[in-house]
T-cell receptor
């Protein structure tokens, strides 16, 4: 079964509004989670690293004020797309490493459509 | 950042045939992983190969890694219609779980 969940799976919003996406590790604790973005028919691009208890670290070119990340607990990270615009429409996927090994688990993704 | 190139971009084969796809990358790595993504869905981890390994098997999957050429290949043997998906390689440079993904290969298996 799924070990990382995301909510919502789909969201449609109007331009200028903010959208929050949740990423949860279901049966393990994750001090670190990752957020990726995938445009249609393209690959995944790492946006940021979410760190429990400290600030997120962002990849080059990703606006930290636009993509707010909060690692609220050892099982929850949230990504808030602020003042969303149509160009933010994308598939957002989170991942979480399960301690003690190389494997990390990906969430099912959230499809954001900004009208 | 995206580091991998994948080849081919798309592949169409008959059920029962083998599918081979290749991935090249640019920097030194700690490990390389292959993932499958069904349309509009999340990623499924297939196999991980470490930089000191040359070949790895998992069921019908065979992965090779050539660090001197900075390339990897994924072979799916005896393909099935359910193997239809996009396949991505991803490299972990520093063993910190931060992955750089290749462009992906879309595989279609015809029944």
């Amino acid at each position: 079964g799924a070990v990382v969940s995301q909510h919502p799976s789909r969201v449609i919003c109007k331009s200028g509004t903010s959208v929050k996406i949740e990423c949860r590790s279901l049966d393990f604790q994750a001090t670190t989670m990752f957020w990726y973005r995938q445009f249609p028919k393209q690959s995944l691009m790492l946006m940021a690293t979410s760190n429990e208890g400290s600030k997120a670290t962002y990849e080059q070119g990703v606006e930290k004020d636009k993509f707010l990340i909060n690692h609220a607990s050892l099982t929850l990270s949230t990504l808030t797309v602020t003042s969303a615009h149509p160009e933010d429409s994308s598939f957002y996927i989170c991942s979480a490493p399960r301690g003690g090994g190389d494997t990390q688990y990906f969430g099912p993704g959230t499809r954001l459509t900004v009208l | 950042s995206q580091q991998g190139e994948e080849d081919p971009q798309a592949l169409s084969i008959q059920e029962g045939e083998n599918a081979t796809m290749n991935c090249s990358y640019k920097t030194s790595i700690n490990n390389l992983q292959w993932y499958r993504q069904n349309s509009g869905r999340g990623l499924v981890h297939l196999i991980l190969i470490r930089s000191n390994e040359r070949e790895k098997h998992s069921g019908r999957l065979r992965v090779t890694l050539d660090t001197s050429k900075k390339s990897s290949s994924l072979l799916i043997t005896a393909s099935r219609a359910a193997d239809t998906a996009s396949y991505f390689c991803a490299t972990d440079e520093a063993n910190d779980y931060k992955l750089s993904f290749g462009a992906g290969t879309t595989v279609t298996v015809r029944a």
